[in-house]
């Protein structure tokens, strides 16, 4: 790269918030970087106390009227629980709690998001006094005794946490849907699952119940969702977020729907002592060549709608003067995944640990069958009891390996390109393991290890296939952003990813930050919001030519973002108009959801705080997380 420089802490985003895509975007609108947010505040003109039809402002925006007083706070948090009470059927939020959740009645305004609701993950970010059941039916009446550092810092910037979202058992699952709480509808379509394992946080931002929702992501679990539900999906850099562990494992942050709350967000959670993980900045973002990829790491099918979304990037980024290069990783992604199920082992060795404590014995096959724990939970803690010693230093020269080829693979290729995930979602028919599948997983308890392992591999095939793409930056440590730039023909959405070296998680938002601007994300209710007599030539999947560079000026403590932008259009799948795509979604949401009286395999997942975890390491010596890694594995 050429002259670098390291970027301040904060980004501060003076641009309007809440663009519609349905309205042209400005031209030469500033995005400046200081020490404090300047926004500027659109103030809805048909109430002063109450939000209407906020689905599209921002966090940060709401914070602000709230802090103006041009919004009652308790009102805030009461229409709130009224959207989940309308979005009823999606099934995002398991745990409701409106006594406690009371807005703060002396306004600070060094809070960036003073009085925003915010629902957190039933899974790993333990409040107190809040369900701690991992998803699994015989926890179901845990409570966490204590509030992690991570949730305390979101009440800090000012949140007001209103509940819980939906997630799989130990979330070790692709999609949301658990023997405990059933699955997580998708907004778009409620027949189809809003992904794993943070589903039920992504459906409630795609649905405008909340402006953001936290969650973690251990192989996919914020992105995978992000892609499925049109939402945007941060990972950030392994380590750099409060709370977490700098050896591959979880990493906590959120679902949003605007690039200034992500990045305020980010901010408010950074490490600081660990502000020295972050990248030099380039002077100009075209400096970084972006090698791209279509190709499975697996060797499953992608879509063709997951190829497009990619090329449809492509052809935008080289409209922005970024040279893009088709280029494949250079990692093995079965080797990769396989020492990934290796990492999970003791994901099966803690929930037997808790069945322990509540059923008095250890799992065995027929809690499958009975629905009492998930085929994968299962196969995990039989092949836990039969990890060898070399188990953890195998796992251990992967994450090396790993870390290492993408280190070199980055001195040339700063930016990785892929489809988020390889197909839309799945039906919530689709069952997580297939019976096959699920046949062998209980007769493994008769197997040696290694077919353990290869039975464990297969079973997770049916769903890994659909999401190739994100494990590799979990294993890499590397951050990872999923941007909801496609919609296909069934008006269903799907993500693109855009994966950096370390530290790199705020050139990354800029890079969102400029596809936000050229009006290339798609949302939910942009297309609740387009005029059915839209023409399809006036959207197109491809900008202007003449389009000017994003250019990020040295301005000393301060430093500016130019985007010079023309009209945006929006990125339809060539073989829908958006006149179509609105009828076909809304047609496909019109559909009440269908019950059957057959039995489904369980699709469960759960998953582990701290203390457990500990107790997990000390039954099972070989077990590959320490004490600060929740391990998830979507």
């Not at 402002?57 to 959207?83: E, G, R």
């Not at 003073?114 to 699994?136: C, D, E, H, R």
Request: charged fraction near 20%; charge should be neutral; hydrophobic fraction near 35%.
């Amino acid at each position: 790269m050429k002259k670098h420089r390291k970027l301040g802490f904060i980004l501060c985003l003076a641009i309007p918030l809440g663009l519609s895509l349905s309205h042209p975007t400005p031209t030469n609108a500033s995005v400046v970087m200081q020490d404090n947010t300047q926004t500027d505040v659109k103030v809805d003109a048909q109430s002063s106390k109450t939000i209407k039809n906020d689905e599209d402002q921002s966090a940060l925006t709401i914070a602000q009227q709230v802090k103006n007083q041009q919004i009652d706070s308790q009102q805030l948090i009461n229409d709130t629980y009224q959207k989940i009470a309308e979005n009823k059927d999606l099934n995002s939020v398991i745990y409701q709690d409106p006594v406690n959740a009371l807005p703060d009645t002396n306004t600070n305004s060094e809070q960036p998001f003073y009085g925003v609701p915010i629902l957190i993950k039933g899974l790993g970010q333990a409040y107190k006094g809040y369900p701690n059941t991992n998803g699994l039916p015989y926890m179901k009446d845990n409570r966490y005794g204590y509030t992690k550092n991570f949730v305390a810092k979101l009440q800090k910037m000012g949140f007001v946490i209103v509940g819980e979202t939906n997630y799989p058992e130990l979330g070790l699952i692709n999609v949301t849907d658990s023997n405990l709480y059933g699955p997580a509808h998708n907004p778009w379509d409620l027949t189809r699952n809003a992904g794993g394992s943070s589903g039920g946080a992504a459906a409630s931002v795609a649905a405008g119940i909340v402006p953001l929702a936290t969650g973690n992501d251990a192989g996919g679990s914020l992105r995978i969702p992000a892609s499925w539900s049109g939402v945007i999906g941060l990972k950030p850099t392994q380590g750099i977020i409060l709370g977490d562990s700098l050896t591959p494992s979880v990493v906590n942050f959120a679902e949003t729907r605007r690039i200034d709350d992500t990045i305020k967000l980010f901010e408010g959670l950074l490490d600081p002592k660990r502000k020295s993980l972050l990248k030099e900045f380039p002077l100009k973002l075209q400096d970084l060549k972006i090698a791209y990829s279509l190709k499975s790491p697996v060797g499953s099918v992608v879509s063709a709608d997951a190829k497009a979304a990619v090329l449809n990037a492509v052809t935008f980024l080289r409209q922005q003067g970024f040279q893009v290069v088709e280029k494949d990783s250079p990692v093995d992604g079965v080797k990769l995944m396989r020492a990934y199920y290796l990492g999970a082992l003791s994901d099966g060795t803690v929930a037997n640990y808790l069945a322990q404590q509540k059923l008095h014995r250890n799992l065995q096959a027929s809690d499958v069958t009975e629905h009492v724990v998930s085929p994968m939970t299962y196969a995990l803690y039989e092949a836990s009891k039969k990890a060898s010693k070399e188990t953890k230093q195998t796992y251990n020269n992967e994450l090396a390996l790993v870390a290492a080829q993408m280190k070199s693979f980055h001195e040339e290729y700063p930016i990785y390109l892929t489809p988020t995930t390889a197909t839309v979602a799945p039906l919530n028919s689709d069952p997580a393991f297939l019976p096959a599948d699920v046949a062998k997983i209980l007769q493994m308890a008769k197997m040696p290890f290694d077919q353990q392992m290869d039975v464990i591999y297969n079973a997770w095939y049916h769903g890994l296939s659909k999401t190739p793409f994100t494990q590799l930056a979990n294993l890499a440590g590397e951050p990872a952003l999923s941007l909801p730039t496609y919609v296909n023909a069934q008006g269903l959405p799907l993500g693109i990813q855009l994966e950096g070296e370390k530290g790199s998680d705020l050139i990354l938002l800029a890079l969102g930050k400029l596809f936000e601007e050229k009006g290339k994300l798609i949302f939910l209710s942009d297309y609740q919001k387009l005029n059915n007599d839209t023409q399809p030539s006036e959207l197109q999947n491809e900008d202007a030519a003449n389009i000017s560079k994003v250019v990020v000026h040295n301005l000393g403590k301060k430093s500016v973002y130019e985007f010079q932008t023309t009209p945006s259009k929006l990125n339809f799948s060539d073989d829908v108009s958006p006149k179509d795509a609105v009828k076909t979604s809304q047609q496909v949401n019109a559909r009440k959801l269908q019950s059957t009286n057959e039995k489904q395999l369980p699709q469960t997942g759960a998953s582990n705080n701290d203390r457990l975890v500990l107790l997990g390491l000390a039954l099972f010596p070989l077990s590959l997380i320490s004490v600060y890694q929740n391990k998830r594995k979507f």
